[in-house]
């Protein structure tokens, strides 16, 4: 029979099982059993029959010998120290040479992946889906929930606050055409009054100088 060790650096190997339960410290390479041994039992199918993966481990040592490898459910927050071991048993808490089964790394990889997915029957597909507890009536056109309170109906208008503040600019400010308002000629005739005014007293004033210069040219 066959169990898995996995190193510190989650380096993962398949080796033999040929010792009893209270040796299993050294197949991690452990001199002594100390702090070391059963973690969790994880419950899972094989062949459609119920089967149990048990973790061996030490929960305490040095500084920089801690395990990377991240265990499943309830163990993820666990911290292990140097190797830990895996084997695969037919009852729960029976570790006699009947009840233990091969383990290989490509199995426990297949097993890891489902257990930390949350599937407790691994021989089974989830095929639940979020959707069939929602009401059809709140659901939109394509299918998304209206639940979820982001979700805008096509024949909503979307505003953009940017869009409703240039049109707010362009109401304020009066388009130039190029064409002038009743107004402003008005104000060019005013002005071309006021020249016409001026011009006509500055006329009248040069004649008047002209005919003083003329008076005192005859007076001589």
């Not at 209270?22 to 059963?38: E, I, T």
């Not at 056109?141 to 953009?160: A, L, N, P, R």
């Amino acid at each position: 029979m066959s169990c898995v060790i996995v190193d510190k650096k989650d380096n993962k190997k398949q080796v033999s099982l040929n010792v009893e339960k209270d040796n299993y410290y050294k197949k991690c390479s452990f001199r002594s059993n100390k702090d070391f041994g059963l973690r969790h039992s994880w419950k899972v199918k094989e062949n459609g029959e119920d089967v149990y993966i048990s973790v061996f481990s030490k929960n305490k040592g040095r500084a920089n010998t801690e395990n990377k490898c991240e265990l499943p459910p309830p163990l993820d927050n666990d911290l292990y120290f140097g190797s830990f071991m895996l084997v695969m048993h037919k009852e729960k808490d029976s570790y006699e040479k009947d009840d233990i089964m091969d383990l290989t790394v490509e199995k426990w990889e297949n097993i890891y992946e489902k257990l930390c997915g949350g599937f407790e029957d691994l021989g089974e597909e989830d095929s639940y889906s979020s959707e069939e507890d929602i009401d059809p009536e709140m659901l939109t056109k394509e299918g998304y929930s209206k639940e979820d309170g982001f979700i805008v109906d096509d024949d909503e208008e979307i505003i953009d606050e940017e869009d409703h503040q240039d049109e707010e600019d362009e109401d304020e400010e009066e388009e130039y055409t190029g064409e002038e308002t009743e107004e402003d000629e008005e104000d060019e005739d005013e002005d071309e009054d006021e020249y016409d005014s001026d011009s006509d007293e500055s006329y009248i004033a040069s004649e008047l100088e002209e005919e003083e210069y003329l008076d005192t040219d005859d007076d001589k």
